[in-house]
């Protein structure tokens, strides 16, 4: 919890934000890919009257590719802002309510991440997967399962002969 009384009152105009998240309990599909402390970087501001959030997170993802399983790594980096409220003074959805001050940082990194992590984990954009017929890694490998030959284009090919 990081206490902003100082900056909301105004005491305090900018405060610095540095902080490590365990994320070592997210999981997807049985999986945890954060294993590593989630880096947090950035300054809570009050700009008269407004007080504002600002992030960057650096995290290291690791799990199996979600077309061919193999262990990919990678590294992200993302950015917020948040104009944080100590009340529900607005009903915009997007101010976060910071009740008694006390700011939760590691629960709004948390989500903050969760909603910008890729929907789909992909070793690369044009991973071909897994053959389920041979199971062959089609990224490397050429698919060894016997050609099933519609039988239109088996005519289309005496045509052409
Ligand atoms: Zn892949
Ligand atoms: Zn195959």
């Known amino acids: 919890m990081i206490d902003l009384r100082e900056i909301f009152s105004g005491v305090q105009t900018i405060r610095q934000v540095d902080a490590a998240v365990d994320m070592r309990d997210y999981e997807v599909c049985g999986v945890h890919p954060i294993r590593e402390p989630v880096q947090v970087h950035g ?61 939760d940082l590691d629960a709004l990194v948390r989500v903050d991440v969760i909603l910008n992590l890729p929907s789909k984990f ?26 099933e030959i519609d039988p239109r284009l088996e005519k289309l090919k005496d045509f052409y002969h």
């Open 43 to 103: 300054q809570i501001t009050n700009s008269a009257g407004v007080v504002t959030l600002d992030l960057t997170v650096q995290l290291l993802y690791e799990a199996p590719c979600d077309r061919c399983a193999q262990p990919v790594s990678r590294s992200y980096s993302f950015s917020f802002s948040h104009v944080l409220v100590t009340a529900t003074e607005s009903d915009e959805y997007d101010y976060i309510v910071v009740e008694n001050a006390l700011l």
């Open 122 to 147: 992909l070793c690369k954009d044009d991973c071909k997967g897994i053959c389920p017929g041979c199971g062959k890694l089609l990224n490397e490998e050429a698919c060894v399962c016997k050609k």
